[in-house]
């Protein structure tokens, strides 16, 4: 936890609360917005410009803590962020944050930055940047080797006429990962970054991510629960078993300690960009020896040969490991088309830096680019030649810490060489040459000729692409022909052809691609053949206010082996069907007045040698309509899919007994919110890592309805005038046995042969008249069940009948019938029927006092599953005295007696509001003060005691809030 002495104002008996607003966290745009303000001439051409040179400093935040005595013993809880921003001078920016939550990243409530503990300091002006505390540092300005990584510790920057040097040093606990996996047919929601499924603590903002091979936008096409470790598609990005996902990311690692050392440098001239960039990772030994390596362990790792070492416990003992590179780029450029780009890089690691025996691989890379017009349309010569190529030594270890180019990433080399990375062993050595030539307008051609080779020609493949572009404003084409012949364990040939083409303007937008393929494969005489063919067709109608899309996949692998025999005859099987999968995906959105859509759907229908034949889908809808001056509105959203994830369930945190707001139901399996002397708070939702991971079929529906006939009929006077009706209906189930959900469960029957899921419903009938009458009808219905190893089910039905009279101003009697009936199957079987009835008066008086009885009777009833009954009553009275100045003072006390007689039998936690049989007395004090708009203060406390409690139950809750 970090923590600032700066805040004195607060008296040490009083606590913050923990849900006051949030803080505005530092927007970057602000800076931008601020040096376009202050650009040259902005100021004269403002009439109420001020002068540049004067401090504008923010300051925004909150301090809380919340101190609560209870009857078990004392629970303390605090809060702060502090945001500084502004400016300190003419083009000079500051940017602070202290955020002290009292968590760490990664936790399984946290799920973003502004969640965490985080701090640091940050001063920017246009020729130098200083930044401390808690910071990302990331390199992509080399083709070899990318760098990205979150620590604590300072980075700084000096530019001058369009260079630029940086540096940084940090420490941190993180570890970085990398996973490539491939979709799953009807699943857009839910992929684990960890490849067991577990959970996992990713450093926010860490990943990166790439379908294809082709790099993902953050928030755009993606999105990651930090808090575990999922991955999400969005926008219509649904990978299928075709596609390959490859993703980066940091995660947290208690006590493996990192020291980071990192620079880059840019100088920047007319015709000439130099680049120098590099790291230095390691861990940090003597940290480490002070936490984690005890003696024995430590002379382990000195003495360490190689192969498997354990600890004393038998465990796998980490090794202290060590990462450093570094990369040198250089471009040329004459006449805005010729270019050379020339690139450097060195490599060295060891996998245990205290052992003079082992060590670690070193290697450089090379890579050079030439090409004489470096243009896309090549205006001033209608010939382009370029050379392109790069040598990697194995020692270079390319995997580690892949470029920003990906020319040796396993996507690639497996879709496009026929070649398994895995397998590459030696040196890596790529040529290319590449002639371009201009057609004609707008028409474009390619001829290009690629070689990949190992040491020795161990491993080759070398591949021929001819290619025909078109590029104009109304429409985009390619075509390509390509030869691949590769040599690894196996020799292949492949012939293949693709084609795409897109109208980009006009109502009427068709599209269409296709890629076919004809692969032989030859290993020792064993032969076999592949077709592969993978088209998609569709359209897009394109309107200001609306927009369609309508497309069709198809993707077919066929195959057949060709096997010589000793007679010297051959042996041709028929072809196969390997795959054959079908897709159909529609998307529709529409912005009107009064209407809102956005849709989704996508149905694949696969067949496959193994598996045989499978459906799946993946959809959603929303939709919203009408509003206020019509006198109608409403919402409709469905959605369904698969999806890979532990169950979420709720996370409860033990605190000292008394001082929470939860308390357990030992009868029905629950967590019982709301009540006096609990000893739990409610954490948020988390996963529940119990239960493993498994690939479950879900669906969601929710509508909901509201309407005011009298706007919508244009009644001014009599009954339509005074009352709304509304309606809402929510269901949404889970199945993991293998059924598909196509829409969820209406009825509870259909819900209990799910894995999990809920239905209810709730509708309303309300009448306001103007003379301050008003009353209302809501019946409602749930039902639940709950993945649990209880057989969790609820279901509960309830009717609720409201009046209230609006004397006039200082008077108010209002009334509260409630019917409700339950059933529960958990620990044990339960049903139980509850009628309840409260009666409130508020007589308001001079002064900001009010007065306010209130009464209540409930009454319940039921049996167990043993057919034994059970039952009670209860009887409140409460008085309830109050003062209110507005934006001041808001206090009240109040006093209750609450009788409750217990008929027979254990009754459930919650049937009876949380009390005990017999008399309980209740006080309850509070008062809230607003000092100013920066500063309040508020104690609230409670005091129990009667026969019905088994002893004296006091608590004491402190609070204060202060704003900046």
Known sequence: MRSIPCLGLLFASLAFALDVDSLPVWDPSILAKNALENAPGAALNSAQAEDSSRAEIETHGYKTMQVTVGDGGTQVDQELRLSIQGRLADSVYIDALLSDVDRKAGDQTTATLQDVDQIYFRVESPYAMLHLGDFTWTDNSMAFTSFSRSTLGAMATLRYRGSEVSGAWGTDEVTRYSRSFSGVQGQRDGYHLDESGSFVSVVPNSERVWLNGVELVRNRDYEVNYAGGLLDFKNGIIPGSDDEVFVEYDAYLNDDIYTMYAARGSLRFENVFFDVSGFHLENDVDRMRKSTLDSADYERLKNDRGGELKDSLNQDLHRPKMSERLGARLRLQAEHRFYADVELGLNRMDSNTVSKNVGGPSGRAFRWYVTTDSTQNMNTFPVALSVYGNYVQEGFAISEFGG?????????????????????????????????????????????????????????????????????????????????????????????????????????????????????????????????????????????????????????VRKHDLTDRADGLSRREGWRDSVNLVTWTQSAEANFHNFSLSHLLQYSHAVTDSLGASDSWVGDLTTNFGDDDMGVQGSIAYRFGMTSEQTYTAIYKAVAKGTGDVRYDSLTGTFIEGVDNGDFVYEGMGRNDSVGAVLSSNASFEASLE?????????????????????????????????????????????????????????????????????????????????????????????????????????????????????????????????????????????????????????????????????????????????????????????????MDTHEGAIPYQMMSGFGNGVTYRLETMVSVEVNHFLSFSLRYILRFGDAEENVFQKLTSEAKAFF
Do not use: C
């Open 404 to 556: 920003r180019d990906r020319d040796w990433d396993a996507y690639a080399l497996r879709n496009e060489w026929d070649l398994d990375s895995a397998k590459l062993s030696g040196d890596l050595r790529y040529d290319e040459l590449a002639l371009r030539i201009r057609l004609g307008k707008d028409w474009f051609g390619t001829a290009k000729w690629g070689y990949r080779r190992g040491d020795d020609e161990r491993w080759n493949s070398s591949r021929s692409q001819l290619s025909l572009v078109h590029r104009g404003l109304d429409a985009k084409s390619e075509f390509t022909a390509s030869y691949v012949s590769s040599a690894q364990e196996v020799e292949q040939k492949r012939y293949q052809g693709t084609f795409s083409s897109e109208f980009l303007r006009g109502f009427f937008r068709p599209f269409g691609s296709g890629d076919v393929r004809y692969s032989v494969r030859d290993s020792l005489g064993y032969k076999s053949e592949r077709g592969y063919a993978k088209t998609a067709v569709g359209a897009t109608l394109n309107d200001d206010l609306w927009n369609v899309k309508e497309s069709v996949g198809t993707l077919t």
């Open 707 to 899: 309407w005011n006939p009298g706007v919508s009929l244009g009644v001014n006077q009599g009954l339509l005038r005074d009352i709304t009706l509304s309606a809402s209906y929510h269901s949404e189930a889970e199945d993991t046995t293998g059924e598909k959900i196509y829409f969820p469960p209406v009825y509870s029957a259909a819900l209990r042969r799910m894995t999990a899921g809920t239905v209810s419903w709730d509708a309303s009938l309300a009448w306001d008249h103007p003379s301050g009458i008003s009353a209302s009808y809501n019946p409602s219905a749930s039902y639940e069940k709950k993945m649990s190893s209880i057989g969790y089910f609820q279901d509960m039905f309830d009717h609720s009948l409201r009046a209230s009279f609006n004397i006039n101003e200082s008077h108010y009697v209002g009334v509260d019938n409630t019917f409700e009936k339950v059933h529960l199957t958990a620990l044990q079987k339960l049903d139980w029927n509850i009628w309840e009835i409260t009666g409130r008066y508020t007589w308001k008086l001079p002064a900001g006092f009010s007065l306010s009885p209130r009464v209540r009777y409930r009454e319940g009833s039921g049996e167990d599953d043993m057919e034994e009954s059970f039952g009670a009553h209860l009887w409140e009275e409460e008085l309830r005295v109050g003062y209110e100045k507005e934006g001041v003072v808001d206090a009240h006390v109040s006093f209750a007696s609450i009788q």
